[in-house]
């Protein structure tokens, strides 16, 4: 029987400053001549991050009541239009949202300017009710002058990514970047053998409640990201070979810093956020020290062809070989470039490091797993209403 | 012998001029023309490699100053506003000639001037819109 280690005896070394932790990065390099074993005796957390760009992500608001009071029906924040369905004065900032007459300024903005404390113009409208006497208001809000915000990001962290490259004699504007014509480029996301979910890959230690870094502060797992799917191949060294698993997040924006939240606007394609996320894992065992000791040329992905329709895969490589600049597909040689920020994911590493070192974070058992036998629907066209 | 290169700017009346032929056979200088965008009757642009002496390329400039031609070296003329970076790549998947590179050691953006030829595929595919490039007027 090899070592074993509960969250509470972790946290209690962290409390006393005593707790030994590595990022990925560092876990990895001493596997090179420790066994997961001896890693399992000497480390107690190792901390994960990644800081890409993550589509999926926005803000709940609360705006506080005017006098007299609206039920806002059609919100607009700086223009961008947010939603309106929630009571008389919440609301949802969906990152991607924007006005289409102003493409390069959307909810991703909205929130980095919050998060900078800037004020927002806020209008609504609203039929009028007995109890919501008003029809229109118009004025300017900031983080210090609303009730709650809390970012809420439905899927976040994706487990692995592909590869993007484009076949055809066009150029491609995409969420991965511009890809030129004919595989001039390949563009690849997530932070490799530091990205949280690719240390885990079984979820045994993210889950629901779990506490991470999240933004510039500290946040919460709370559900299995949308898309989550566990049913995709994996390799030999038990990871996926494209995205699979992911993340809800959640966290109170007005603690979080916009160096590691930023919005995004890509050519042709829309607005989108970086999102920085960085997740400890308690190396509670032997076989959790194997698997956080996963090295890039272990992680493989997926290059698929996002000039085609239906993207098809056109081979596979690991993230040593994306990082070398140079990946073959197809027999063809193919420069790469990253579209995810390793700096600033090392950055947030090495500050939850640090935080945990000095004992101001302490990890999480979670309440409940997530599923393990998941895949996905596709969404089927029926002829409707012809019945 | 310097290598430079440079971002020319000459009003509509000194186009018909051969400036280059001038440079070349009275500085001797050897030029490489990146990238050209010469309209009859509007202001040009001209993305050039200049080589020669130190002393000859400053003649050189001097001469096409005294023509009214602006000529600034290219690394001023591009504005990326680097404090506000955050190093994701997009920029080094468009930059054909490795102008911008990702350093392998840190993986924060390099910028080399000496390789850009001003194609500009940077300035949309930087996701913060952090490059202005300053060709045309």
């Not at chain 1, 919050?114 to 300017?140: F, N, Q």
């Not at chain 1, 510039?216 to 698993?245: L, R």
């Not at chain 2, 490489?32 to 000859?56: H, M, Q, Y």
């Amino acid at each position: 029987m090899g070592i074993q280690k509960t969250y509470e005896e972790i946290n209690e070394k962290i409390r006393a400053g005593k707790a030994v932790v590595l990022t990925a990065e560092e876990v990895s390099q001493m596997a090179l001549t420790a066994s997961p074993e001896e890693i399992a005796e000497k480390v107690d957390v190792v901390t994960t991050a990644t800081f890409g760009a993550m589509c999926s992500s926005g803000a709940f608001i609360n705006f506080g009541h005017a006098s007299p009071p609206i039920r806002m029906e059609k919100i607009r924040l700086n223009g961008v239009p947010v939603y309106e369905g929630l009571a008389a004065v919440d609301s949802y900032i969906g990152a991607t949202a924007c006005d289409p007459e102003n493409p390069k300024y959307g909810g991703a903005h909205v929130i980095q300017d919050l998060i900078d404390g800037k004020d927002i113009e806020l209008e609504a409208w609203g039929k009028g009710t007995d109890c919501y006497p008003r029809k229109y208001i118009k004025t300017v809000i900031n983080k210090n002058t609303v009730n709650e915000i809390f970012l809420f990001n439905p899927r976040n962290a994706y487990q692995n990514y592909n590869v993007a490259v484009n076949s055809t004699p066009q150029i491609k504007y995409t969420y991965m970047g511009s890809l030129l014509p004919n595989m001039r480029n390949a563009t690849y996301s997530t932070s490799g053998e530091l990205s949280p979910l690719l240390n885990d890959p079984e979820l045994r230690t993210i889950g629901l409640g779990t506490r991470i870094f999240l933004g510039g502060t500290q946040g919460f797992v709370v559900w299995p990201g949308t898309q989550f799917n566990t049913s995709k191949p994996k390799n030999e060294f038990g990871v996926p070979v494209s995205n699979s698993a992911t993340l809800a997040v959640i966290g109170n924006l007005k603690e979080m810093s916009s160096e590691f939240i930023q919005a995004a606007y890509y050519e042709k394609y829309g607005v989108s956020m970086f999102v920085g996320i960085g997740i400890p894992i308690p190396v509670l065992d032997a076989e959790i020290a194997k698997r956080v000791s996963i090295r890039n040329e272990q992680i493989e992905t997926t290059v698929l062809d996002y000039g085609v329709e239906g993207s098809p895969a056109l081979g596979r490589v690991n993230y040593a070989q994306l990082r070398s600049g140079k990946i073959e597909v197809q027999g063809k040689k193919v420069r790469t470039a990253p579209v995810s920020s390793l700096s600033k994911a090392r950055k947030i590493a090495d500050i939850l490091k640090k935080q945990i070192q000095e004992g101001k974070f302490e990890i999480t058992k979670p309440v409940q797993m997530f599923p393990t036998n998941t895949s996905l629907q596709v969404l089927k066209e029926v002829k409707g209403g012809e019945s | 012998m310097r290598k430079k290169r440079y971002i020319l700017k000459f009003p509509p009346q000194s186009g018909d001029k051969p400036l280059s032929y001038h440079l070349v056979r009275d500085y001797d200088i050897r030029i490489n023309i990146l990238k050209a965008e010469v309209r009859p009757g509007k202001t040009g642009s001209l993305v050039l490699e200049l080589e020669g002496t130190k002393e000859n390329l400053k003649l050189g400039i001097q001469y096409l100053e005294d023509n009214q031609v602006s000529c600034e070296p290219l690394d001023k003329k591009i504005h990326w506003k680097q404090e506000r970076c955050i190093n994701c790549g997009n920029c080094t998947a468009v930059c054909f000639t490795g102008a911008l590179v990702m350093d392998p050691k840190n993986w924060e953006l390099k910028f080399d001037p000496d390789k850009c030829i001003v194609c500009e595929l940077c300035v949309p595919a930087c996701p913060l819109n952090l490059f202005a490039i300053d060709f045309r007027e």
